[in-house]
Nanobody
Framework: EVQLVESGGGLVQAGGSLRLSCAASGFTFDDYAIGWFRQAPGKEREGVSCISSSDGSTYYADSVKGRFTISSDNAKNTVYLQMNSLKPEDTAVYYC?????????????????WGQGTQVTVSS
């Protein structure tokens, strides 16, 4: 059974930091890209960052470049999203998802497996 389990969300003040984790199981981790997506109330789901588990290539949305860093621990089948300098507009439910080699970076419709999401709230 494929499982993606996010953790690390919470409430933080603007300018603060959080680290999200995504623990994956039930599929060959090295064959997939893992992406982080977020959805705020009333808004469409958007891609935040993704990483290829095979070669470590990373991608970021313009809105988070320089503030967020994605990394992967293949031995633990876990992907992390370090979020620094958080802003109120980063408030959303954050999801991790797995997509095969055909998945376009940050295109949520290309990702096959999804976690349940973790809430990130940034207060001003």
């Amino acid at each position: 059974e494929v499982q993606l389990v996010e953790s690390g969300g919470g409430l933080v003040q603007a300018g603060g930091s959080l680290r999200l984790s995504c623990a994956a199981s039930g599929f060959t981790f090295d064959d997939y890209a893992i992406g982080w997506f977020r959805q705020a109330p009333g808004k469409e789901r958007e891609g935040v960052s993704c990483i290829s588990s095979s070669d470590g290539s990373t991608y970021y949305a313009d809105s988070v470049k320089g503030r967020f860093t994605i990394s992967s621990d293949n031995a633990k089948n876990t992907v992390y999203l370090q979020m620094n300098s958080l802003k109120p507009e980063d408030t959303a439910v954050y999801y991790c998802a797995a997509g095969d080699e055909t998945a376009r970076p940050l295109y949520y419709s290309d990702y096959d497996y999804w976690g349940q999401g973790t809430q990130v709230t940034v207060s001003s």
